[in-house]
């Protein structure tokens, strides 16, 4: 178990949760969140070895516990799977593939739809493949293919997504969610680097939240279209895991829908992906 991980989580979470969700007086506080003693009691174990749980000095928390843990932490599905996953790491032959790149259905699938802008990304959030209105949409990333990257370090971002605060946090939980795996170096050299080039990315990737994409709508500020607001699906690719497909869609006879038509008739260049693997 990679305990130093399962202390950073829980440390993590454990601030999170305020006294009020679990119906506790809050009193003064010198730190935000419930204390060590607080967790325990919820979670039905001593102070003292939720202590060693939070110092990594405990190194094997049965299931019950890590149910319990993650109830006292107000855990979603997803952020208790990956509570799960700190005790029991993912075998590493199971992380997936050292490159990903977009398989030929899914560029000529993505390019079928003309009139939706779709895009195809992989497990650190690299831009796989994008259709020709998705490029459109997404033009302020230039030649950049790591979205993670451009959301913190290009200054764009901050203008194209309207509720960038909000959009950023979930790619930092979408990044948590797609990669459990603890050996993974291309994370830890992302994180290292977004880490001491944006303290917004420090800051979000400390909270430790695990959400994956779903569905829900974006609020964005296009250079040429103006402001508009689409509605997106993200599917899981079962052929390739860890790879997602997001389609997103503007409500017909909307605003948004008479911006994605004058953006499908802009002139654009190629977006810069290849389906071939041995390029």
């Known amino acids: 178990m990679h305990t130093n991980r399962l202390s950073e989580f829980l440390r993590a979470r454990r601030a999170l949760v305020r006294p009020e969700d679990h119906a506790m007086p809050a009193g003064a506080r010198r730190t935000p969140g419930l204390r060590r003693e607080e967790i325990a009691v919820l979670a039905g174990v001593s102070?003292?070895?939720?202590?060693?749980?939070?110092?990594?000095?405990?190194?094997?928390?049965?299931?019950q516990v890590l149910r319990a843990?993650?109830?006292?932490?107000?855990?979603?599905?997803?952020?208790?799977?990956?509570?799960?996953?700190?005790?029991?790491?993912?075998?590493?032959?199971?992380?997936?593939?050292?490159?990903?790149?977009?398989?030929?259905?899914?560029?000529?699938?993505?390019?079928?739809?003309?009139?939706?802008p779709a895009l195809l990304y992989g497990r650190h959030l690299d831009l796989l493949a994008v259709n020709s209105l998705g490029e459109a949409l997404f033009s302020w990333?230039?030649?950049?293919?790591?979205?993670i990257t451009a959301m913190f370090l290009n200054p764009a971002a901050r203008d194209f997504y309207r509720d960038w605060p909000?959009?950023?946090?979930?790619?930092?939980?979408?990044?948590?969610?797609?990669?459990?795996?603890?050996?993974?170096?291309?994370?830890?050299e992302l994180v290292g680097e977004l880490a001491v080039r944006s303290p917004d990315f420090a800051r979000m990737w400390a909270r430790h939240e695990v959400r994956a994409k779903t569905a829900s709508a974006k609020r964005f500020h296009h250079r040429l279209a103006g402001d508009l607001t689409l509605g997106?699906?993200?599917?899981?690719?079962?052929?390739?895991?860890?790879?997602?497909?997001?389609?997103?869609?503007?409500?017909?006879?909307?605003?948004?829908?008479?911006?994605?038509?004058?953006?499908?008739?802009?002139?654009y260049a190629d977006f810069p992906f290849t389906d071939d693997p041995s390029s």
């Open 69 to 116: 843990l993650a109830g006292a932490l107000l855990l979603g599905d997803e952020e208790a799977a990956y509570l799960r996953g700190l005790v029991d790491p993912p075998h590493p032959g199971r992380s997936g593939p050292a490159r990903e790149y977009a398989g030929p259905q899914l560029v000529a699938l993505l390019d079928a739809w003309a009139d939706t």
């Open 166 to 188: 909000v959009v950023a946090q979930g790619c930092v939980a979408a990044l948590r969610a797609a990669n459990p795996a603890p050996d993974d170096q291309r994370l830890r």
């Open 141 to 147: 990333l230039g030649s950049d293919t790591s979205l």
């Open 232 to 267: 997106f699906e993200t599917f899981s690719v079962n052929s390739a895991p860890g790879q997602h497909l997001v389609v997103y869609r503007a409500e017909p006879g909307t605003a948004a829908e008479r911006s994605l038509n004058l953006l499908a008739d802009a002139p």
């Open 47 to 63: 102070t003292d070895y939720y202590v060693r749980l939070e110092q990594g000095r405990e190194r094997n928390p049965s299931p």
